[in-house]
């Protein structure tokens, strides 16, 4: 089964850019659409990103002009580029597929703060 490896995580103060990448063991063509989720303490996974297998994108509102999310489908790889980040992007960041998921991965950490 194909394994994600998430990275790219870190401190980061608000305002600033971190990019995330996320590696697959195998194709990522075969899992469709991809997406990126993320979990704050306390709260619930939720989807932040999505890409189709032709590079249609939709995000939530919450991040909205902000992230960028990209995929390599020769790499196996989904990028998430994210600007202009605030406390409230604090989360573990993980990649899977955004209709059918398969095992998490553990998730990169990111942590907005001054």
């Known amino acids: 089964q194909v394994q994600l490896v998430e990275s790219g995580g870190g401190l980061v103060q608000p305002g600033g850019s971190l990019s995330l990448s996320c590696a697959a063991s195998g194709s990522i063509f075969s899992l469709g659409a991809m997406g990126w989720y993320r979990q704050a303490p306390g709260k619930q996974r939720e989807l932040v990103a999505s890409?189709?297998?032709?590079?249609?994108?939709n995000y939530a509102d919450s991040v909205k002009g902000r992230f960028t999310i990209s995929r390599d489908n020769a790499k196996n790889t989904v990028y998430l580029q994210m600007n202009s980040l605030t406390p409230e992007d604090t989360a573990v960041y993980y990649c899977?597929?955004?209709?059918?998921?398969?095992?998490w991965g553990q998730g990169t950490q990111v942590t907005v703060s001054s």
């Open positions: 899977n597929g955004a209709q059918t998921t398969i095992s």
């Open positions: 890409i189709t297998r032709g590079g249609r994108t």
